[in-house]
């Protein structure tokens, strides 16, 4: 019987493929999410507001925002980045850089969320703290998506092949999703200010646009 040989592989590290499954780790987060600070605390600020029998209802305005910015980046956000870390996985010498990058990602994107629904109703109860909390949990989230894009532009495997017309959606997506992450430290300051009065002016005049950015311009392209 002729033993069996190892024959090394021709094609150089830098251009094989690496076997990853990093999206487990992004999806279980996703879920872990959407089950708490997503689906959940939006079931529970829908019935508090049904208790009042009012949808301007200021007492639940901040539960609603931790939701919404929970759905967007905890639930929507990491599955998004999941499939496609998952999707374009690195090559065999970048996989380490690969993983370093996604799992930093995955804690800063983890943090800014948790950091957020803390926040956004207990500025309320101390601004001098929980205002650098929540622009920092802002911060956090704005970082954690520029280290997916960077991860997914240096460290992918690329087959060569050329773009196709769906990758359109793609890039515009990704451009929403980069504006949004920058404009969210702002949008948390104005929707938090000491006048109330104009809190309430800047929800009502501008997060209409904001959510059109969100959910349309990023989660809808992609």
């Known amino acids: 019987m002729t033993p069996l040989r190892i024959v090394p592989s021709a094609v150089p590290l830098d251009r094989q493929h690496a076997a990853v499954a990093i999206f487990r780790p992004f999806f279980a987060a996703g879920i872990a999410c959407v089950l708490t600070v997503g689906c959940l605390l939006g079931a529970l600020a829908l019935f508090g507001i049904a208790q009042r029998g009012s949808y301007t209802a200021s007492a639940w305005t901040p539960y609603v925002l931790a939701h919404a910015n929970s759905q967007l980046f905890g ?24 993983h370093r990058l996604a799992y930093a990602t995955l804690g800063l994107m983890a943090a800014g969320v948790l950091l957020r629904f803390a926040a956004e109703p207990l ?47 793609v890039f515009s997506s990704l451009g929403w999703l980069a504006l949004v992450a920058v404009a969210e ?36 392209m992609m």
């Not at 996985?89 to 996989?95: E, L, Q, S």
């Not at 205002?131 to 992918?156: E, K, S, W």
């Not at 702002?186 to 904001?210: E, K, N, R």
């Open 185 to 220: 430290p702002f949008v948390f300051y104005l929707s938090h200010q000491a006048d109330p009065h104009s809190s309430i002016l800047f929800v009502a005049g501008w997060f209409p646009v904001m959510r059109e950015a969100q959910f349309l311009g990023f989660a809808a």
């Open 75 to 98: 639930w929507v956000g990491l599955f998004v980045m999941g499939l496609a870390l998952q999707q374009h996985g690195p090559t065999v010498a970048r996989a380490a850089s690969f």
């Open 123 to 169: 500025v309320r109860v101390d601004r001098s703290v929980w205002m650098p909390v929540g622009i920092a949990a802002c911060a956090f989230q704005a970082i954690a998506v520029a280290l997916f894009m960077t991860n997914t532009q240096i460290n992918r495997h690329k087959s060569g092949e050329g773009l196709t017309w769906q990758s359109a959606f």
